[in-house]
Nanobody, 116 residues
């Protein structure tokens, strides 16, 4: 069974940091590109960051560039998103997405709330 399980979300004050994790199982994680997508209340999905299968290349939305870092550990089948200098507008449910051009899998999401 394919599973992507996000964790690490929570409530954090503006300016704070969080690290999200996405644990993968049931498929060959190391052959998939990975993406973080978020959805804020009342808004559509927003692409956040992507990383290629080997981890050599990463890409970021302008809204998070310089504050967020995407990484992966293929030995642990885990994707990460290190978030710093968080802003209230970063409040959203964060989803990880695995894709290889032929298929894609989504996690269930983890809530991140940035508020004082």
């Amino acid at each position: 069974e394919v599973q992507l399980v996000e964790s690490g979300g929570g409530l954090v004050q503006p300016g704070g940091s969080l690290r999200l994790s996405c644990a993968a199982s049931g498929f060959s994680f190391k052959y998939y590109d990975m993406t973080w997508v978020r959805q804020a209340p009342g808004k559509g999905p927003e692409w956040v960051a992507s990383i290629n299968e080997g981890g050599e290349s990463s890409y970021y939305a302008d809204s998070v560039k310089g504050r967020f870092t995407i990484s992966r550990d293929n030995a642990k089948n885990t994707l990460y998103l290190q978030m710093s200098s968080l802003k209230p507008e970063d409040t959203a449910v964060y989803y990880c997405y695995a894709h290889d051009g032929y298929s894609g899998f989504w996690g269930q999401g983890t809530q991140v709330t940035v508020s004082s």
